[in-house]
């Protein structure tokens, strides 16, 4: 984050508050993981989201502005198609700051509560990105019940098989709980 960037922050009400976020997100993250940085955003997304389960699609939007990560609207949904636009100051203030922004967070939090909520397989991509608007279209492209339902008892499996020949690592593995 340059001098710039920090004033620019500091001066606005509504994003001053999120400084410690933005330096951590934009900042710190981009240069320790450099270019697997959105890969693991968005995989990253998906584990918060496994940590914080939807009952319904209509709750994404609430959470995203109680975590502070913008106005999230859904703009259009078909059977195979979710289209969603966040926006708000803090995705403003992101996109004309930041040369390399990053919203895989975002979609990796939208892609997985839909799953959950549709019981449906999704997966979310980071569509057009608007400096004048100050938004960003994220799109979820969903599966059919069959695959989620396979994907689900393949990600069970794999949870409770063991890692290794050890017999401490084995028993550890078995008692774990199968994630929901």
Same mark, same amino acid.
């Given at each position: 984050?340059?001098?710039?960037?920090?004033?620019?922050?500091?001066?606005?009400?509504?994003?001053?508050?999120?400084?410690?976020?933005?330096?951590?997100?934009?900042?710190?993250?981009?240069?320790?993981?450099?270019?697997?940085?959105?890969?693991?955003?968005?995989?990253?997304?998906?584990?918060?989201?496994?940590?914080?389960?939807?009952?319904?699609?209509?709750?994404?939007?609430?959470?995203?502005?109680?975590?502070?990560?913008?106005?999230?609207?859904?703009?259009?949904?078909?059977?195979?198609?979710?289209?969603?636009?966040?926006?708000?100051? #803090?995705?403003?203030?992101?996109?004309?700051?930041?040369?390399?922004?990053?919203?895989?967070?975002?979609?990796? #939090?939208?892609?997985?509560?839909?799953?959950?909520?549709?019981?449906?397989?999704?997966?979310?991509?980071?569509?057009?990105?608007?400096?004048?608007?100050?938004? %960003?279209?994220?799109?979820?492209?969903?599966?059919?019940?069959?695959?989620?339902?396979?994907?689900?008892?393949? %990600?069970?499996?794999?949870?409770?098989?063991?890692?290794?020949?050890?017999?401490?690592?084995?028993?550890?593995?078995?008692?774990?709980?199968?994630?929901?």
């Amino acid at each position: 984050m340059d001098s710039q960037t920090y004033k620019d922050f500091l001066t606005d009400s509504t994003v001053a508050p999120l400084l410690g976020q933005e330096m951590l997100r934009d900042d710190l993250l981009p240069a320790l993981l450099g270019n697997k940085v959105h890969e693991l955003s968005y995989w990253a997304g998906k584990r918060l989201a496994r940590s914080h389960q939807l009952k319904q699609l209509d709750d994404l939007p609430t959470f995203f502005t109680q975590f502070k990560l913008g106005n999230l609207k859904k703009t259009k949904q078909t059977n195979t198609e979710i289209l969603w636009l966040l926006n708000g100051p #803090i995705v403003a203030s992101r996109i004309s700051h930041v040369e390399d922004i990053d919203f895989y967070l975002e979609a990796g #939090i939208i892609a997985q509560n839909i799953g959950y909520a549709l019981k449906l397989p999704a997966e979310a991509q980071v569509g057009k990105i608007s400096k004048a608007k100050g938004s %960003v279209v994220i799109a979820t492209q969903l599966g059919n019940a069959n695959d989620y339902r396979s994907s689900i008892n393949e %990600v069970e499996l794999e949870l409770i098989k063991p890692e290794s020949n050890n017999q401490d690592s084995a028993t550890e593995n078995q008692n774990k709980k199968p994630m929901e």
